[in-house]
């Protein structure tokens, strides 16, 4: 791989629609020992397009993270139960922010800077 997450502060986490299915919904709810019902209410949404997303809150990085990203150690608090699509992110060997952001990092010399948005 060409990228290492724990050296991110979660971009992906930021993205406003992390698309849920009903076997992640599932498998989440499992993972809190919740009814699917109970769990859709408290932590979905569904957006205009139909389908289900992560509920988010503020961030002081970004302007908003998935509702499950712990904002202090930066990571995610469901990586077992993770839903699908995040699962298969980047979606191959390399992560476009992960080069951009340690070019960032090497060019600033300063292995903790976050561009900002």
């Known amino acids: 791989m060409a990228y290492d997450c724990s050296k991110c502060p979660g971009y992906c986490c930021s993205y ?3 698309h ?3 076997n992640d919904a599932r498998r989440l709810a499992k993972h809190f020992d ?3 019902q109970d769990f859709s209410l408290r932590y979905l949404k569904v957006v205009p397009e ?3 997303v992560l509920r ?3 961030d002081h990085i970004y302007k908003s993270m998935c509702v499950f990203f712990d ?3 930066r ?3 469901v990586y077992k139960a993770r839903p699908h699509v ?3 992110y980047p979606n191959g060997n390399t992560c476009g922010y992960y080069s951009f952001i340690k070019f960032e990092r090497e060019h600033q010399d300063d292995q903790e800077f976050i561009p900002s948005a």
Request: with cysteine; net charge neutral.
């Open 16 to 18: 406003d629609h992390i």
């Open 20 to 22: 849920v299915t009903e």
């Open 34 to 36: 919740m009814k699917e």
């Open 50 to 52: 139909g389908y289900s």
């Open 56 to 58: 988010h809150r503020k």
């Open 71 to 73: 904002q202090e150690e």
């Open 75 to 77: 990571r995610c608090t």
């Open 86 to 88: 995040c699962r298969s």
